[in-house]
């Protein structure tokens, strides 16, 4: 059956914006699933981001700066807290989902440097994974399909429900569940280990960011630059093109 079948686990953050460089955590939430891709374990997090959170951010997620002020962590040990369980995780070889990893994970190593707290990477001693990301297997296994590939879209295309988007437990949930999916659906990714599986989505997420800057420069953007790295961007390789770690 393998990984499909398997122990997995989902994480989402939902936060003050779309720049990894800039923006801040407000939310997070990992959650176990099981093989019957039932919901077990979970740890959420809200979280104070020190920085007033955008009307516009709010109206995606729901968390007002006055909500986070008064029941968040202070963001310095909520962004502890959320590294150390993901290095929990990866760091016993179990696979984690993520919903367009570069984004979460980069967004995070950010919060790490600005606040004083080990990152991921050097919890580990090395790029966090095995990590499982539906967008890029997505991409990889249906390149040709027209339509949204955002978190709702792939939901509704894989047939697992989603109750609540935006909020990040419901948002990590169905991450992994996706992932699932697309492993029992295609073999081509649901055959291979883990560790196999995150250095294809390596290859695939670089053959992915070529073609999306050839196209912005094919219509009339010659500076475009989509950053190939996958599931880590390094931090001194983003500023004036951070925000499209976001993309979907």
């Known amino acids: 059956m393998g990984w499909p079948g398997e122990w997995l686990a989902g994480f989402d953050l939902e936060t003050t914006g779309t720049d990894i460089d800039s923006d801040r955590i407000v939310t997070g939430a990992l959650v176990e699933l099981g093989p019957g891709r039932e919901p077990g374990?979970?740890?959420t997090w809200l979280i104070d981001p020190g920085v007033p959170i955008p009307p516009a951010a709010t109206g995606i997620h729901g968390i007002s700066t006055e909500q986070a002020r008064r029941h968040g962590l202070a963001a310095a040990t909520g962004v502890e807290q959320i590294t150390a369980a993901l290095a929990e995780v990866l760091g016993s070889g179990r696979p984690l989902a993520v919903m367009n990893?570069?984004?979460d994970l980069s967004?995070?190593?950010r919060e790490c440097a600005r606040h004083g707290?080990?990152?991921?990477?050097?919890?580990l001693g090395r790029t966090p994974g095995p990590i499982i990301d539906p967008l890029v297997l997505d991409k990889y296994v249906d390149r040709y399909r027209k339509g949204k590939r955002n978190l709702q879209a792939l939901c509704e295309h894989y047939g697992v429900e989603l109750l609540s988007a935006h909020e990040a437990g419901a948002?990590?949930?169905a991450a992994a569940r996706v992932a699932a999916r697309i492993g029992e659906r295609y073999a081509a990714v649901g055959s291979v280990d883990t560790t196999a599986l995150h250095q294809l989505q390596v290859r695939a997420a670089a053959e992915q960011a070529a073609s999306f800057q050839r196209y912005l420069r094919r219509v009339g953007d010659p500076r475009a630059y989509i950053d190939?790295?996958?599931p880590l961007i390094p931090a001194q390789r983003t500023g004036e093109h951070a925000s499209e770690a976001r993309a979907g």
Do not use: G, M
């Open 107 to 109: 967004l995070l190593d």
């Open 171 to 173: 948002d990590a949930v």
């Open 228 to 230: 190939p790295a996958w």
């Open 117 to 123: 707290v080990a990152p991921l990477a050097a919890r």
């Open 41 to 43: 374990a979970s740890r």
């Open 101 to 103: 990893a570069r984004y």
